[in-house]
């Protein structure tokens, strides 16, 4: 996703401070919590290094295989661990859209040249499945986003909570790389 060198550091600071929010979140709760927040983790970190603007670093033409395969085994852990239900059809969703981004961005899938930086044929040639994934990712965002507009009042006033244990900060971390996604689909 390497478009303007603004949005692209800008997408790149967020993704990756949602990442090490995920890391620290990671480290309490229940063995699935844990689950969730390294695999959301991998997502902000893969998102954040997809992100990086080209005039930084142009990454070496066997990166987007190294993404897809990593991307791929992440969506294949998924849909096992979706047989359980819960946050993971989202992730096995979000992995497949990552290694979607990564064949389309790959050297080749353009016409000769890095196709995050100019015309993506790979994504043109795909426009369904683009499609689909900015409506997916739209309609989440809604959704996550309606869930953080608070109900009730929260806890008493002072009451401190560590910060793993703040159930709506993921949910914004959520919202966060869903917009990112969002923007990271719509630039292919």
Excluded: D, K, Q
Excluded at 67 to 83: D, K, N, Q, T
Excluded at 89 to 111: D, E
Excluded at 170 to 185: E, H, S
């Amino acid at each position: 996703m390497h478009g303007p060198a603004l949005s692209g550091w800008m997408l790149m600071a967020v993704c990756a401070a949602t990442g090490a929010y995920c890391l620290l979140r990671a480290r309490a709760g229940t063995c699935e919590e844990r689950r969730i927040a390294h695999a959301e983790a991998l997502m902000g970190f893969g998102m954040a290094a997809m992100a990086v603007p080209a005039a930084l670093l142009t990454p070496p033409a066997g990166a987007w295989a190294v993404y897809a395969v990593l991307f791929g085994g992440a969506a294949l852990r998924s849909a096992w661990a979706a047989r359980r239900g819960g946050h993971h059809l989202h992730h096995l969703v979000g992995s497949l859209a990552m290694v979607h981004m990564a064949v389309a961005m790959a050297p080749g899938a353009g016409a000769g040249h890095h196709a995050g930086h100019g015309a993506n044929a790979a994504g043109a040639s795909l426009p369904l499945l683009t499609g689909l994934l900015l409506l997916y990712y739209a309609l989440y965002v809604l959704g996550a986003a309606g869930r953080l507009i608070p109900v009730a009042p929260g806890g008493r006033p002072g009451t401190r909570v560590a910060v793993g244990a703040r159930p709506e900060l993921a949910l914004a971390c959520r919202v966060t790389m869903g917009l990112a996604m969002l923007a990271m689909l719509a630039g292919l």
